[in-house]
């Protein structure tokens, strides 16, 4: 796999070891490339590395957020983590909570000025909310 070759490539350079329990999140970020919580990585690596903590799940995310494989961003109070770490647009759904991904090509002006002043970008994400179109629908449907 592509991104899991990459991601392990970027680990390597940032110096971090590849343990098995580094493996295995590198795997489960690939396999699932939406947003998840450390929670929901933790359960699913459970069945693999059985001797696994939710404290060290969250150790590795930051590690991976810090070398910018990872974005995390927080919403109702949960912090969420995607592979998208391109500067990008999360939609978050009031109702539901569903979370979609929108490029964001009209901030490539906001890189540019953070380039010129000297800053690098590494990962990041803009908050929008609202009805996701299956729950404006059912709304619009109670009116
Ligand atoms: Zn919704
Ligand atoms: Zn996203």
Redesign the pocket.
Known sequence: MLQETEFIRILRKNQHKITPQRLGLIRYVCSNP??FTAEEAYRNLKKSEPTITLATVYNILKIFTKAGIL?TFESNGSRWF?T?SAL?V?FICENCGS???YEASDITPILKKIKESGGTFVSG?ILVRGYCRNCAKAIERDH
């Open positions: 939406g947003h974005n995607e998208n990008h999360n979370i979609e991904d994400t």
